[in-house]
């Protein structure tokens, strides 16, 4: 069995105790967090489970050989870093850091102890997600053309990251996930309306070697909340509505056809014709991602195994996210992704 302790206990902390708790494999030795009171929830609903005010209690404990760490985005590097110090295996929140050299060193330390580091990149362990790239990687779509994706909600507002660290990590992991091309530049624009706190809007494109485009807008100050994406191929396209109770995805065969007028050789010229096919939801895996991800984990620990969303995937986010900040100072000019 691989011990697992759970460093915070407060807004995911609680799903990632359930999932560990049920997890095949795994058994929930530990949670740590700075709160007495968050404890005392732990000690009422899983009695055999200890509890730790202190980090370094939490690592010292010989039962616990892997770490899922749940904290505010300012502890991620130091607490990843200390845990693999302590020779534990870590899964961390998103982002891995607040920077790629911070991220780059977690990488090399994880790599040095043999240890397993990977990023809670939840949703690539959804059934829409994992779907949506079967469809990619089949051609079903034809040639992919863009990604358009609206995330908004009213809150959560976080004291040390803006709305793109916090937000936008899941479309970028989503991007990272279904494209096997990289971004290679980014603009981003975003605007803070709350006194003291980082932008609480914005909107993110992303800029690649071919002709996709993706345009990313996020937002913590709308009334209503909205998880909605736009995937376009030149065959067939898609609609990804993470809120719906059922058909989350939606498969239009739809789209344009390009004819050129035989009387004309000017591309002025070219004839648009439109498709309009048919619509299907298909049948998805129904697993809870956190549950998927959680085996995942214990499963890349048992058998040395390296996960789709390891270091270096959550390497590349950062450094996107980087240049996006870059990008924000200077109202939206482009920064290439080094």
């Not at 359930?18 to 009695?47: H, I, M, W, Y």
């Not at 970028?172 to 006194?195: K, N, Q, W, Y």
């Not at 789709?308 to 390497?315: H, Y």
Request: proline share 4%; hydrophobic share 45%; charged share 20%.
């Amino acid at each position: 069995m691989i011990g697992i302790g759970v460093v915070g206990y407060g807004y995911w902390g609680p799903n990632l105790v359930r999932n560990f708790a049920e997890t095949p494999g795994a058994r929930l030795v530990g949670v740590c967090d700075s709160r007495l009171d968050r404890l005392n929830l732990v000690q009422k609903r899983f009695p055999g489970v200890q509890t730790f005010l202190q980090f370094a209690d939490m690592l010292a404990n010989p039962d616990i050989d892997a770490v899922a760490i749940a904290t505010p985005v300012h502890l991620h590097f130091v607490l990843t870093q200390q845990a693999l110090n302590a020779g534990k295996h870590v899964l961390v929140e998103k982002p891995l850091s607040f920077s790629s050299v911070e991220a780059a060193q977690l990488i090399d330390l994880a790599a040095k102890k043999k240890l397993v580091l990977m990023v809670d990149h939840t949703f690539i362990y959804t059934g829409a997600v994992k779907k949506i790239r079967e469809l990619v990687s089949s051609g079903d779509l034809g040639e992919f053309l863009y990604y358009d994706s609206v995330r908004v909600n009213l809150g959560l507002f976080q004291h040390d990251v803006n709305v793109l660290w916090d937000l936008a990590v899941h479309d970028l992991s989503i991007l990272d996930f279904i494209l096997p091309e990289r971004a290679t530049a980014v603009s981003a624009t975003g605007m803070g309306h709350v006194p003291g706190k980082p932008e609480n809007m914005a909107y993110m494109t992303l800029y690649f070697a071919s002709n996709i485009l993706a345009h990313i807008h996020v937002n913590w100050l709308s009334p209503v909340k909205v998880r909605q994406t736009l995937i376009g191929g030149s065959k067939k396209m898609i609609v990804y509505d993470d809120l719906m109770p059922s058909e989350k995805i939606k498969v239009y065969d739809r789209g344009i056809t390009l004819k050129q007028n035989p009387q004309e050789e000017e591309v002025h010229k070219l004839l648009v014709s439109y498709r309009s096919g048919d619509m299907w939801s298909p049948k998805l895996d129904e697993t809870e991602a956190l549950k998927a991800e959680a085996a995942e984990f214990v499963r890349c620990i048992r058998n040395g195994a390296t996960p789709e969303n390891d270091g270096e995937a959550g390497l590349r986010i950062v450094k996107i996210l980087e240049a996006a900040s870059q990008s924000l100072l200077k109202r939206g000019q482009p920064v290439e992704i080094k």
